[in-house]
Nanobody, 125 residues
């Protein structure tokens, strides 16, 4: 079965950090760009970050630039999202998704081949 599995979510205080992981099962991530998305209750899904197949190109939403870092370890078939200086407005379910490239409209979430089930991130004191 081909799937992506996110992990690493949880409850953290404002200013804290979390590292999310996106692991592939049943296929190799080497040939896929990976996007991270999030959706808060009552809000539309938002593109957070995208990383190319080699890791040489990354994209970030303005709301997370300077705080979040996307990376990948193809040997471990895993992509990471390091989240620092977390704010209450970062609270959401975070999803990863696989596509051939980080297209210009990567943040729209259209055309991705695989999606994970999501992991909850809650930033609260």
């Amino acid at each position: 079965q081909l799937q992506l599995v996110e992990s690493g979510g949880g409850l953290v205080q404002p200013g804290g950090s979390l590292r999310l992981s996106c692991a592939a099962s049943g296929f190799t991530l080497d040939y896929y760009a990976i996007g991270w998305f999030r959706q808060a209750p009552g809000k539309e899904r938002e593109g957070v970050s995208c990383i190319s197949t080699s890791g040489g190109s990354t994209n970030y939403a303005d709301s997370v630039k300077g705080r979040f870092t996307i990376s990948r370890d193809n040997a471990k078939n895993t992509v990471y999202l390091q989240m620092n200086s977390l704010k209450p407005e970062d609270t959401a379910v975070y999803y990863c998704a696989a596509d051939s490239y980080c297209l210009a409209n990567w943040g729209m979430g259209e055309g991705y081949d695989y999606w994970g089930q999501g992991t909850q991130v809650t930033v609260s004191s």
